[in-house]
């Protein structure tokens, strides 16, 4: 299959990149910052993201979405890693949708046409330490009456302090199970995390928090296959967002080359400079083509769909990486300003790398999928 998109995806991308620029551009971000916003993600912004069709593009038509798939999702990502906008799209959109996706008929009625029209935000929680790893979870969930009693503590849960339900994975007896939790459940306790780069995530605290049967989604034998495609789905969107981010980064450096002048000379005259953004280039498109195929492997189903997203996340980070630093170094001093944006992609990239796995955890994932 061709590493490109459709006319139909064309047109979604042109539709996601417009509303963005308008809506959302970079200064949406330094606002909320600035202000000091208390969720420091706009409830507004998200609605109008349900209004166009944005945050329900995974979620099927029957519950209110558009009922596409993994490229149209990314198509959105990138878009939002361009403008660096704060979204609940990447938790709610993305992972917790895919998960409902898997519950009962009551789960979905009642949050997916939410998450559909931009009226909730639902969190995923899984990572527990600094670092992403979920085969080293340490939360559990012991059969407790008629449901179960959950024990642990969560860490980089995106926009978990602003989400109207929570969606714990936890250890059983029997595998791991996910839990929807409303996060007003007593001994549930949750703390705003502002990142460096002014976006939210949260800290969950479970402290014997008892939950009924029905909270679990799936099945405990089903939950940790249901939990790796939410998490592969949001791996290749956070790789889409890289790409998206590395790329804009290049391109306000290319016009800042255009109109620099340094010994009476534009700096993008200077051969080393242009060396170095053609190389760049060259990267960021194998970067997107990367991205491109995991995103068409996971709509494909194809059972090489994990291996690929891991090489576009692996990818997309240390070339967004890339791209950043050259922007950084490109703009001299004034780079490191805060005046600049160049900066603020820098810090996003940062977390999106850590996000769901950085380049070592995905090399290594693909290192022991080929039997290294």
Not at 60 to 82: D, I, Q, T
Not at 195 to 220: C, E, F, K, P, W
Not at 290 to 319: E, H, T
Request: charged share 20%.
């Amino acid at each position: 299959m061709p590493l490109i998109l459709t006319e139909e995806q064309t047109m979604l991308k042109e539709a996601a990149d417009g509303f963005l620029g308008e809506h959302a551009p970079i200064a949406h971000l330094r606002k909320l910052r600035d202000e000091r916003d208390p969720d420091g993600v706009s409830r507004e912004l998200w609605r109008a993201f349900g209004e166009m069709g944005f945050a329900g593009v995974l979620i099927p038509e029957a519950h209110g979405g558009s009922g596409l798939g993994a490229v149209e999702a990314g198509v959105v990502a990138e878009a939002l890693g361009r403008t660096l906008t704060p979204s609940p799209f990447m938790g709610s959109g993305v992972l917790a949708a895919t998960v409902l996706a898997g519950g009962s008929d009551e789960q979905q009625a009642a949050w997916l046409p939410k998450i559909a029209a931009g009226e909730a935000i639902v969190s995923l929680a899984v990572d527990e330490g600094p670092k992403h790893a979920p085969a080293r979870m340490t939360a559990m969930a012991e059969r407790s009456g008629n449901g179960f009693r959950l024990n642990g503590a969560k860490g980089f849960v995106l926009d978990g302090h602003v989400a109207d339900a929570l969606i714990v994975a936890a250890k059983t007896g029997e595998g791991i199970g996910l839990f929807l939790i409303d996060p007003s459940t007593d001994g549930v306790a949750v703390e705003r995390t502002v990142m460096v780069d002014a976006h939210n995530a949260a800290r969950v605290t479970l402290t014997d928090v008892q939950v009924d049967a029905d909270a679990l989604i799936g099945s405990v034998e089903g939950g940790e296959a249901l939990l790796e495609r939410a998490l592969n789905l949001g791996r290749a969107c956070a790789a889409a967002s890289l790409t998206g981010a590395g790329d804009q980064a290049f391109q306000t450096t290319l016009e800042y080359l255009r109109t620099r002048k340094q010994f009476g000379k534009l700096i993008g005259e200077f051969q080393a400079l242009q060396h170095r953004a053609a190389h760049l280039f060259s990267e960021i498109e194998i970067a997107r083509a990367a991205v491109m195929g995991a995103l068409q492997a996971l709509d494909a189903g194809r059972d090489s769909a994990p291996l690929a997203v891991s090489v576009a996340k692996a990818k997309a980070g240390r070339v967004a990486e890339l791209a950043v630093q050259e922007a950084v170094q490109m703009h001299g001093g004034v780079g490191m300003t805060d005046e600049f944006d160049v900066g603020l992609f820098m810090k996003r990239v940062r977390v999106l790398n850590e996000l769901l796995g950085d380049a070592g955890f995905h090399q290594e994932r693909m290192a022991r999928a080929q039997g290294f």
